[in-house]
């Protein structure tokens, strides 16, 4: 299993907010809130920053699940940018009031893209049959600050650009910014599904990395499918077939709950 956590948020093109919720999946939505790094006993974990309470929530989190759009920013294919990335050095911790969050002032949050474990794959995708595996994407997942882009074309090799800085925080250790995903592809060829890529972050140049992040991007399915992906990712074993809710809930033993605290948009 990836993490004990997941901090589901929404990359919905155009979708100015995206809510993350507390307790259950059935908790009152609350506000905006973006992926939050944070350097912990020098380890960089991944929390969730409320912008509306100024306050975030302690992690690991590494599975995302999000929206894609089409004809995102009128580019005329699917797309997003959301989560984005915050961190806030005065923000207390919800789950615990004594900790705050620190991430290191002037300091440059970079990525770099992971093959995904077990499939060898630099981006996979699943068309939604239950009882199907996920395989390499049949179009290329494009990752774009807007100066540098990331090709991610599922393949067993990543390209020599592998990522780029998000942004810089400024003396206070404070930084927000996004980054675009695209399906390299016009909406109306771009095969519906779900498309899955894994990175991590650093926090300045070799300076400490995160755990592997997994996003789970969903291009035209219904909801429910890409609740079903998001769960099998989290599951752990990528090369086995994505199974029926109810063989999915058997093995990890009991649902949801064992796979922690859910957070979704």
Same mark, same amino acid.
């Given at each position: ?28 939505? %609350?506000?905006? *809130? ?22 975030? /929530?302690? =992690? ?27 961190? +806030? ?23 770099? *893209? ?19 595996? &996920? ?15 990331? +090709?991610?074309?599922? +393949? ?7 990522? &780029?800085?998000?942004?810089? *925080?400024? *003396? ?6 996004? &980054? +675009?995903?695209?399906?390299? /592809? ?13 990175? %991590?972050?650093?926090?300045?140049? =070799? ?15 219904? /909801? ?42």
């Amino acid at each position: 299993m990836f993490s004990k956590k997941q901090l589901i948020v929404s990359l919905t093109a155009g979708l100015a907010t995206a809510g993350l919720f507390a307790g259950s999946a059935n908790a009152e939505e %609350e506000a905006h *809130s973006d992926i939050m790094p944070y350097v912990d006993n020098g380890v960089l974990l991944t929390g969730g920053y409320v912008f509306a309470e100024g306050t975030a /929530e302690a =992690g690991p989190f590494t599975v995302y699940e999000g929206e894609l759009g089409a004809n995102y920013e009128a580019e005329g294919m699917p797309g997003g940018d959301e989560p984005g990335f915050a961190t +806030d050095g005065s923000s207390t911790i919800v789950s615990d009031g004594t900790i705050d969050f620190a991430f290191p002032a002037n300091t440059a949050l970079n990525f770099n *893209s992971l093959l995904l474990p077990g499939l060898n794959l630099d981006a996979a995708y699943w068309d939604g049959t239950l009882g199907g595996n &996920f395989v390499a994407t049949p179009d290329t997942v494009i990752l774009t600050n807007e100066l540098i882009s990331v +090709d991610l074309n599922g +393949d067993s090799t990543l390209p020599g650009t592998t990522g &780029f800085t998000i942004w810089t *925080s400024d *003396s206070n250790g404070v930084g927000h910014g996004h &980054f +675009d995903v695209f399906i390299d /592809e016009p909406d109306a060829t771009a095969q519906a599904g779900i498309y899955l890529i894994s990175l %991590e972050l650093e926090a300045g140049s =070799g300076g400490p990395t995160s755990d592997p992040l997994f996003f789970v991007l969903n291009y035209g399915l219904d /909801e429910e499918l890409h609740e079903v992906a998001a769960d099998f990712v989290s599951a752990g074993d990528l090369t086995a077939a994505v199974p029926e809710p109810a063989s999915l809930a058997l093995v990890l033993g009991g649902g949801l709950v064992a796979l922690g605290r859910r957070r979704r948009a």
